[in-house]
Nanobody, 124 residues
Framework: QLQASGGGLVQAGGSLRLSCAASRRAFTMYRMGWFRQAPGKEREFVAAIVWSGGRSYYADSVKGRFTISRDSAKNTVYLEMNSLKTEDAAVYYC???????????????????WGQGTHVTVSS
């Protein structure tokens, strides 16, 4: 299971750090990612990281502002969000691809384990 936390209310320009703790042993996870869904919109890819090696990927809308990282000892992935904008407000979901996978990383279907969402609200 995945347990996401760290959401909250922040002013535009502020920062938040989301965490996602995985109960599954780290070596079975191939990739972890963050998605978000704003009211009335589809769930969209935010960032992903390959567990072994740490290669990361970002949506263009967050590149340069968000940083995804992982702590293998804690089986936890983080999403550091800086320079937040009102359009970043959404429910953020963490996801994991368990097992080796040769597919992509931007689609919800590329992940087979999901955590509950954590709300991020950005005030202007």
């Amino acid at each position: 299971q995945l347990q996401a936390s760290g959401g909250g209310l922040v002013q535009a320009g502020g920062s938040l750090r989301l965490s996602c703790a995985a109960s599954r042993r780290a070596f079975t996870m191939y990739r972890m990612g963050w998605f978000r869904q704003a009211p009335g919109k589809e769930r969209e890819f935010v960032a992903a990281i390959v567990w072994s090696g740490g290669r990361s990927y970002y949506a263009d809308s967050v590149k340069g502002r968000f940083t995804i990282s992982r702590d293998s000892a804690k089986n936890t992935v983080y999403l550091e969000m800086n320079s937040l904008k009102t359009e970043d407000a959404a429910v953020y979901y963490c996801a994991a691809r368990v097992g080796v996978y040769s597919g992509g990383y931007r689609s919800s279907g590329d992940y087979n384990s999901w955590g509950q969402g954590t709300h991020v609200t950005v005030s202007s």
